[in-house]
């Protein structure tokens, strides 16, 4: 008789027990995966300034592998369509003296005051910064660059750009680049 009154209680249990684990839990655990920005929509405080900033994926460009092997672009330097080939081992934006000319600067106003190592070797180079860069959607300005009086045979897109970007990443035969 005992069993007949147990039985039952600890079937229904057992079910509250299921429906908890089955129903609950799981709503539980996805109060963990709510975002900041989600959380933010319910809470009418002030906004918190100490969170970094998020990104405007909109402001984002991708540039293809070439058959060389290397990721070539082109840029709007200061209204001038110039091809970048991508160097993340260049600490500053390189310019040959040809596309330095292009977006019109003067060989003679520039002073090629700093040396320059290179892959082909030691170089003189005039520090100037270039008022804006261009790559589809991504807009970058005041980046600091140098032009290379000689040995260099295409301009490079270095860290002073990609440094300044919310990320870059490769991903298989492309790079993304994303302000």
Do not use: C
Not at 78 to 93: L, N
Not at 127 to 146: K, N, P, T
């Amino acid at each position: 008789m005992y069993a007949r009154h147990v039985l039952p209680m600890l079937a229904a249990a057992l079910m509250i027990a299921a429906a908890v684990v089955f129903f609950i839990v799981p709503k539980t655990e996805a109060m963990d995966d709510v975002t900041p920005a989600a959380a933010s929509l319910t809470n009418t405080g002030a906004p918190d300034v100490s969170a970094p900033p998020r990104a405007n994926f909109d402001q984002a460009a991708i540039i293809s592998r070439e058959a060389d092997g290397h990721y070539w672009t082109r840029a709007d330097v200061q209204g001038t369509d110039i091809r970048f080939m991508v160097d993340t081992g260049a600490s500053i934006v390189a310019l040959t003296l040809h596309d330095a000319q292009r977006i019109g600067l003067s060989p003679s106003d520039l002073e090629f005051d700093n040396e320059v190592r290179t892959a082909g070797g030691v170089t003189k180079g005039a520090y100037i910064i270039l008022d804006h860069v261009r790559i589809g959607r991504v807009e970058m300005e005041d980046v600091s660059a140098m032009v290379l009086k000689e040995g260099l045979e295409q301009s490079l897109l270095g860290m002073s750009f990609l440094g300044e970007l919310y990320s870059y990443e490769f991903k298989g035969d492309t790079l993304i680049i994303r302000q």
